[in-house]
């Protein structure tokens, strides 16, 4: 069966190199990119419980695939550095008050991870598993007790005018 394809956007490689494709077409501007942006916050906003739970199951993703990513900022945040517990954090508001800190404590773990120690692997299997409870429980609590209360609607017309159906790139 023969398709028009005359109305096809082009597919250029973004480096020679790249098995990566870029999709250019000649008549998506700014201001339909903007109204992708706009549709795209219209629908958080009709679906919170949606948007929310597509959050914490992307950031139990990035837990699973990288949980470092996400473990380090909060430890450095907490106040465990490479050098040590920064001064007037709340590692060193804990380390007050627990006084001598014990090899293998949680305190310990996290100093050895900020510090890129043996705590490393220990805090990214943690991060791990919290990672991926949290997605797992977000969905499935979508899924159970979520339903209905929501609905997802595609604006008349599509969410942009810059692509006809026949310039959707399929794989």
């Not at 795209?40 to 837990?63: D, I, K, L, S």
């Not at 060193?92 to 310990?108: D, E, K, L």
């Not at 510090?115 to 490393?120: H, Q, V």
């Amino acid at each position: 069966m023969s398709r028009n394809t005359s109305h096809r956007p082009t597919t250029t490689p973004r480096h020679p190199a790249s098995d990566h494709w870029h999709f250019q077409h000649e008549d998506c501007t700014h201001r339909e990119m903007a109204a992708h942006v706009k549709n795209a916050a219209e629908m958080v906003a009709r679906n919170p419980g949606t948007a929310a739970v597509a959050g914490v199951v992307t950031v139990g993703a990035v837990a699973l695939a990288a949980p470092l990513a996400i473990a380090a900022p909060v430890l450095a945040a907490v106040g465990f550095t490479a050098e040590g517990v920064a001064a007037t954090s709340i590692a060193a508001g804990v380390q007050a008050g627990i006084g001598n800190v014990v090899g293998g404590s949680v305190f310990a773990i996290c100093q050895s991870a900020a510090a890129g120690g043996a705590g490393a692997a220990a805090v990214a299997t943690g991060t791990q598993v919290v990672g991926g409870v949290a997605a797992v429980g977000a969905a499935l609590g979508k899924f159970l007790w979520g339903g209905g209360q929501e609905r997802e609607e595609m604006p008349v017309g599509g969410y942009a005018d810059c692509a006809e159906e026949d310039d959707v790139l399929r794989l």
